[in-house]
T-cell receptor, first 113, second 109 residues
Framework: NAGVMQNPRHLVRRRGQEARLRCSPM?????VYWYRQLPEEGLKFMVY????????ESGMPKERFSAEFPKEGPSILRIQQVVRGDSAAYFC???????????FGSGTQLSVL | DAKTTQPPSMDCAEGRAANLPCNHS???????VYWYRQIHSQGPQYIIH???NNETNEMASLIITEDRKSSTLILPHATLRDTAVYYC??????????FGKGTRLHILP
């Protein structure tokens, strides 16, 4: 069984560009969570999605950040007009029904030049 | 905000049992205690979880006090590969996981 797959593993963007981070949950999982980890800091919750629905986006910055989890395909975390402060590791996790343990991917390291 | 309190760091000799404490004095009746760990730069890894009873799996044991206000994660025979940040998390069913600062566990050779 494949685990949670995130790509790309590393992403480099220049200030002002857009970043798209993809997350494919484990097979059979319909709940996806995104977390951000700044250098030398803890994991911060960003958003919790179920297929085609945002359940909780209380951790998402109000501007430039958006997330989706369509009926078909991976979940996408989109950051528009990136700034240096967006440089971080972004982790995705999935669960089957939202009440069990979460399985995490290996993360995407975003570097903004 | 995280609802748990953990020591910022601990040391443990290789081959000995590592006992990681966690306080969660405001835990509600339907909230589970979860433990995850993060080995340098990797995605967090699930270890174990429980509600009221003590739990054991191939990785660790979880001891929850009778009043559920604290718990201890036990790694029975620590190895160098167990060096990581360990997070104790209190989570209602169906809710997101909120990570605190965790305990940085150093396994000493």
């Amino acid at each position: 069984n494949a685990g949670v797959m995130q790509n790309p593993r590393h992403l480099v963007r220049r200030r002002g560009q857009e970043a798209r981070l993809r997350c494919s949950p484990m097979k059979g999982h319909s709940h996806v969570y995104w977390y951000r980890q700044l250098p030398e800091e803890g994991l911060k919750f960003m958003v919790y999605l179920q297929k085609e629905n945002i359940i909780d986006e209380s951790g998402m910055p109000k501007e430039r950040f958006s997330a989706e989890f369509p009926k078909e395909g991976p979940s996408i975390l989109r950051i528009q007009q990136v700034v240096r402060g967006d440089s971080a590791a972004y982790f995705c996790a999935s669960s089957q029904r939202g009440i069990e343990k979460l399985f995490f991917g290996s993360g995407t390291q975003l570097s903004v030049l | 905000d995280a609802k748990t309190t953990q020591p910022p760091s601990m040391d443990c000799a290789e081959g000995r049992a590592a006992n990681l404490p966690c306080n969660h004095s405001t835990i509600s009746g339907n909230e589970y205690v979860y433990w995850y760990r993060q080995i340098h730069s990797q995605g967090p890894q699930y270890i174990i979880h429980g509600l009221k009873n003590n739990e054991t799996n191939e990785m660790a044991s979880l001891i929850i006090t009778e009043d559920r206000k604290s718990s201890t994660l036990i790694l029975p025979h620590a190895t160098l590969r167990d060096t990581a940040v360990y997070y104790c998390i209190v989570r209602p069913p169906g809710d997101k996981i909120i990570f605190g600062k965790g305990t940085r566990l150093h396994i000493l050779p």
